[in-house]
C-alpha cells in the first residue's frame, strides 16, 4: 500500500475550539485529529479520518508549528 495523504491537527486540548471539544470528547493533553487516503492493490484507494495503523517499512512524519 502506498500514503497518498495525510494530513490534520494537533494541539494542546486547551487550545481547542469549544465547539469540537463537544464533539471529540477525550481526557488526554491533545487533540489530534488526521485524515489520510492509502492506495492498495488493485487500484484500489481508501481515505477517511485515522485512528490507528501500521507503518510496515517507514512513514516520515514532519509537522509545522503555527502561529495563531
Not at 486540548?13 to 477525550?26: N, T, V
Request: hydrophobic share 40%.
Amino acid at each position: 500500500s502506498e500514503m497518498l495523504s495525510f494530513t490534520g491537527e494537533i494541539m494542546a486540548r486547551e487550545r481547542m475550539d469549544p465547539a469540537l471539544k463537544e464533539i471529540y470528547k477525550g481526557d488526554g493533553p491533545l487533540f489530534i485529529h488526521i485524515h489520510a487516503s492509502v492506495a492498495v492493490a488493485g487500484s484500489h484507494v481508501y481515505g477517511g479520518g485515522l485512528s490507528s495503523g501500521k507503518a510496515f517499512r517507514a512513514l516520515k512524519v514532519y509537522l509545522q508549528p503555527i502561529d495563531g
